[in-house]
Structures are given as C-alpha cells and as structure tokens.
C-alpha cells in the first residue's frame, strides 16, 4: 500500500494525535522529575554566613535551576525512547511509513520540549510560594524579574529542552541502526570528557558553544539549527533501517 | 527540610506512580494520568499567580544593587580605624551610630574590660567635664547585597564603681532566604550562569569602633588581653 503526499500530511497528523494520546506516560515521568527536582531544590544551591561577635547571619540561596536541568534531561530520555523498537512497532497500528513516523515523532518531541519548558520554568513559582510560607515575607529576598525576563526564560528553557530531546532522538536512531552505537556514542562522549578537560576541551567547546551565548536570538538560531539538523539525519539514518 | 523529607516525599512519588501491569492504554489509567496532569499544570498556574501577589511583599535586590556603596565602604575601612574625633562621623553615609552612653564621672582613675571583640577606643578630652562619654559606630554591613546594619548589635557598657565594663550582647541569629534567577534567564540578561552572588563586590562586614572619651584627669588603665587601644595627644 502506497501513501500519497496529501495522505502523508494526514497520517502525520493522525500519529501525531495518537502519540499525544498514547504517550501520555511521558508526560507523568516529566511530573514526577521535576517533583524531585523540586524537592532537590529545597535544599538550597548555596549558602553564605557571616558569624562575628554576637551576630549569626546565613543566606541560603534557592533557585530551580536543578527543576530546568532534570527536566532537559528527561528530554534527552523521551527523544531516546521515541526510537525504541516497542514505540516504533506502536506506528504500524496505521498505514504509515518511516517518514510519516519519523515526523510525528518529532512533532511530539517538540510539543513534549514546550511542555516541559514552560512546566519547569513555572515550577519555581512553587519552590518559592513554598518558601515564602516556610520563611515569611520578612526573610526572603528575591531578584527582581521582569516580565521581559520570564519569557526570555521560557522561551530559553524550550529550546534547551528541544536540543536535548533532539540530540535523544539522534542518539537513540544511531542506536537502531546498529547496537554497538549503545557502547560507541557513550565511550566516544566520556572519551572526549574525560581525555581532553578543561576549557580547551571538545565536549567543553561545544557545550560553549550553547550556554556561552548571550544573545538570545543567536541562541535560538543555534539550537533550531542543531535540532533540524539532527532531526533530518535521524530520519535519514532510519531510512537506513531494515523494514519490520 | 532536611534529606529525610527529600527521601519521603520520593518514596511518596514513586509509589504515587507506579503501576502494576497497567499500560498506557487501559482507560482507567490513561484517565488518572490525564487527570494527574491537569492537577500538575493547575498547581503550577496557581503558584505563578500566588508568587506575583506575595512577589509585592518581599525585599528585591539584584546583584547591581548596592554595589557602588559596597566598593566605597571596602576602601573607606583604613580611613574609618583612623578617626580621631568619633563626631567626624557623624555626617558620614557609610557609617551609622549603634549606640551613645553617657556616665557621670567624678573619680581620677578609670579601669576598662572588655569581653567584646568590637574594637575600643580610649581617648582623652580636653576638658575635665567629670563625663565619660561612650559611643559606638558601625560601618554599614551587607552580604550578598543585602543590607544587614540595622540587625547588628551594640556591645553592653556599663559603670560600676571605678570601672566601665563592656560586654557583647547575647546571640543574634538570623538566616535568610534568596531566590536566585534561572540560568536560562541569566545566561542572556548579563547574569552569571549558574548564580547572581558575586561576594567580592556585594558583601561588606560591618567594621565596629567604640569610642571612650574620658575627661583629662582621668587616668584609665586596661587589660593587656582586651581589644583596647588609647590615643594619646599628640
């Protein structure tokens, strides 16, 4: 059976709409990482104090900074696991072929790095509604955010999630092709980590690359770049794969 | 909040999820996650409009904030240990008086101890005025930004027969909380990438001097081990 351009955009839609569905599961792994995050959060990342003659001062800092890096994590996961082969059996409940899988797949991949962008930057409301009644308005002191501030935010923690689900979704298609990309790709990455550290380092040089840029339209133009490019070849490495 | 509750509370949320032998398909299942989700989103929407009324309430200070006057006060440190009339202070804006104690003062021999570690100075006046004249002077303070200098302590003086006594007060103790913005935020608004404390240019401890005006007749005498130091005319 052959599927026609129109239909191609169809079937997109239909996998698309089911994966929505289906996958729902992702969805409450991604809760419950940010929940632990969260938590992880309440702990504080740093402290200072100051203890002279009579006066015990301690500033305890708090930030969700942990809630946006396990978040992108759980990206990277979700992109690997879209490829795996109980997920792509799931496409063939349709008439479907790797290019109609492979593009809502990734529609669902960037729907899943909204999603959890903006659920992990609106997460820290609650760390600090949730430290404001643990310490009082008194105690507190915040930084000053702008509304400017909390969508460049936003917009900022999409596209690191999307470049991680994308660089997942990569990862885990080479996986497919051949199992000894599973010990390859993480020997090849602590390999480079471990064997040149430092800032001259590859692995240090391209996460510059990203997190060393300061402008945020450059930013996006990097990660867009990057997950479209890593989004074709996935569909053209599994172009490669044997047909079930 | 210690990690016995982080350890709860992940029990709590595994057990809250997991699921035996259930698949994403099975309709029950699907309709509580899709309802876990709505109550997740809910909660987060909540908190976002709970934050910004509660945001009005609380102190801001960025990592810019008071970082002029930190730089001041951290040069001004040498200048403040060498003043010699404690009112030349007075007018300054880096500095702020703790506390003033005046005692009557008839006799011609004067002994001071100290327990305190604030800094004191003795110094005699020219006039016999039958007054010792105490008062307590504090750089401002701040850490991480934030101004602290109305929470620090003037140390305990006291008379008593030939003797002026001083002792610290008993134990401040004070903590504080700070939300940091996210690296997602600071990495394109200036910020640095992991926090916005930058200590070397937002923290400044309080520099303390008690200063002793004795009349001239007075001939004070102290404890080696004290924090004293008496200027001499010159």
Redesign the interface.
Request: no cysteine; proline share 1%.
């Given at each position: 059976m052959f599927i026609t351009e129109d239909n191609k955009i169809e079937v997109t839609k239909r996998q698309y709409k089911y994966k929505l569905?289906?996958?729902?599961?992702a969805?409450?792994?991604m809760?419950?990482v940010q929940?632990?995050a969260l938590?992880?959060s309440?702990?504080?990342?740093?402290s200072?104090g100051?203890h002279?003659?009579?006066?015990?001062?301690?500033?305890?800092?708090?930030?969700?900074?942990f809630v946006?890096a396990f978040t992108m994590m759980w990206g990277l996961v979700i992109g690997i696991t879209m490829t795996t082969q109980a997920y792509r059996n799931s496409d063939f409940t349709f008439v479907t072929n790797r290019l109609t899988s492979n593009l809502s797949n990734i529609a669902f991949l960037i729907t899943a790095s909204i999603i959890g962008g903006l659920?992990s930057?609106?997460?820290?409301?609650?760390l600090?509604?949730a430290?404001?009644f643990?310490?009082g308005?008194e105690?507190?002191?915040?930084?000053?955010?702008s509304m400017g501030?909390?969508l460049?935010?936003?917009i900022?923690?999409i596209l690191?999630v999307l470049l991680l689900t994308s660089v997942g979704y990569f990862v885990g298609t080479l996986s497919q092709l051949h199992s000894i990309f599973k010990i390859v790709i993480p020997v090849v990455f602590f390999g480079l980590l471990f064997t040149s550290p430092g800032q001259d380092g590859m692995i240090t040089k391209l996460f510059q690359f990203y997190?060393g840029?300061?402008?945020?339209l450059m930013?996006s133009g990097k990660v867009v770049v990057t997950a479209t490019a890593l989004f074709i070849a996935s569909i053209l490495v599994s172009d490669q794969l044997e047909v079930r | 909040?210690g990690?016995s509750?982080?350890l709860l509370?992940?029990i709590i949320?595994?057990i809250f999820?997991s699921t035996k032998g259930k698949t994403?398909?099975f309709n029950g299942y699907?309709q509580r996650?899709?309802s876990?989700?709505i109550v997740?989103?809910s909660?987060?929407?909540l908190?976002?409009g709970?934050?910004y009324i509660?945001?009005t309430?609380?102190?801001?200070?960025?990592?810019e904030d008071n970082t002029e006057i930190i730089s001041e006060l951290n040069n001004y440190v040498n200048e403040f240990y060498n003043i010699q009339d404690p009112k030349e202070l007075d007018e300054s804006d880096k500095v702020v008086k703790l506390g003033e104690w005046s005692f009557p003062y008839s006799d011609e021999e004067l002994e001071i101890f100290t327990s305190?570690?604030?800094l004191v100075r003795v110094q005699q006046k020219e006039t016999s005025d039958e007054t010792i004249d105490v008062s307590f002077y504090t750089t401002r303070a701040f850490?991480?930004g934030?101004e602290?200098t109305e929470?620090?302590?003037p140390p305990t003086v006291r008379q008593a027969n030939n003797s002026l006594l001083i002792t610290?007060?008993?134990?401040?103790?004070?903590?504080?909380?700070?939300?940091?913005?996210?690296?997602?935020?600071n990495?394109?608004?200036?910020g640095s990438?992991?926090?916005?404390?930058h200590?070397t240019s937002t923290t400044h401890?309080g520099d303390t001097i008690l200063f002793v005006k004795v009349p001239s007749n007075v001939n004070v005498s102290y404890s080696e081990d004290g924090n004293i130091y008496i200027v001499e005319d010159e």
């Open positions: 569905n289906a996958y729902l599961n969805f409450t792994a809760i419950a929940i632990v938590l992880l309440l702990l504080g990342v740093g200072s100051y002279s003659g009579n006066l015990s001062l301690s500033l305890k800092t708090y930030s969700s900074n946006i659920t930057m609106l997460s820290s409301n609650v600090k509604v430290l404001v643990y310490y308005t105690e507190i002191i915040s930084s000053f955010i501030e909390i460049i935010g936003l900022a923690a690191y997190i840029e300061t402008s945020l930013f | 909040m990690i509750i982080v509370a992940v949320i595994v999820f994403p398909f699907r996650i899709k876990t989700i997740y989103i909660i987060l929407i908190s976002t709970l934050f509660l945001q309430q609380l102190s801001t200070v960025s990592s305190s570690y604030h850490q991480s934030i602290y929470l620090l302590q610290d007060p008993d134990r401040v103790e004070i903590s504080f909380a700070k939300f940091d913005r996210e690296f997602t935020i990495q394109f608004t200036g990438m992991m926090d916005d404390n200590e401890f």
